[in-house]
């Protein structure tokens, strides 16, 4: 059995970059410099991406499990 939601969404989702920056970078006290050079890509694509102008894709998302490292 399913709800259909016919309310339309209030709030816009949050982008990953935005998530990133906030619980991320913080705790860790990385610049977009230090991440950038973490995930080998420029300082450009690293701060594109947090300020949400760039969409994470797949080949970003690897990158950025790699970080994190195994559980």
């Known amino acids: 059995m399913s709800i259909e939601n016919s ?3 209030k709030v816009e989702p949050t982008h990953p970059g935005e998530m990133l920056l906030e619980d991320f970078m913080l705790d860790y006290r990385l610049t977009a410099g230090s991440l950038a050079e973490a995930l080998r890509v420029s300082r450009q694509t ?3 991406l947090l300020r ?3 969409a994470v894709s797949p ?4 990158r950025l499990s790699r970080l994190r490292g195994p559980k």
Not at 59 to 62: N, R, S, T
């Open 59 to 62: 080949a970003m998302a690897l």
């Open 52 to 54: 949400g102008r760039r």
């Open 46 to 48: 690293a701060n594109e």
């Open 7 to 9: 309310e339309a969404r």
